[in-house]
């Protein structure tokens, strides 16, 4: 099956490096093009950040608690990802152009949230 690799573009390019950055260091990740044509990425098979292109440009979307969502949507510009914000998810529009060190925070969580005790332990206290 052939994906369409939404973040084929100069500004998806950008975007995709970010996030290769910020899970770099993330034990046993993969990066996978899910059937939507979005760059997942995963550990254990559980999907943690979710990045594509919406209308207005590359979006990403973060695993997180309804906490966390609750806060985040609240005092914008996060909002509740549609399909599986039920679940916590939370989204937000042109990353790139928001805190860095937050997202990569909330990248960080996510991973937490879905990655195995094991894994967390090889990760440097936070």
């Known amino acids: 099956m052939t ?12 975007l995709l490096a970010a996030l290769r950055t910020a899970t770099a ?4 990740v993969r990066e996978v093009i899910d059937g939507f044509g979005h760059t997942t990425f ?8 979710i990045a594509g292109m919406g209308a207005e440009g590359g979006d990403i979307s973060i695993k997180s608690d309804p906490t966390t969502q609750s806060h985040l949507v609240r005092r914008g510009p996060w909002y509740r990802t549609p399909y ?5 998810w939370v989204s937000i529009a042109d990353p790139l152009r928001h805190n860095r060190a ?25």
């Open 3 to 14: 994906h369409n690799r939404q973040l084929d573009t100069p500004e998806g390019q950008l």
């Open 102 to 126: 937050e997202i990569d925070e909330l990248i960080v969580d996510g991973y937490r949230m879905a990655a195995p005790k094991r894994l967390l332990k090889q990760l440097s206290p936070s």
């Open 42 to 49: 995963k550990v254990r098979n559980k999907s943690f950040l």
């Open 25 to 28: 260091r993330l034990p046993e």
């Open 84 to 88: 599986i914000g039920q679940h916590g």
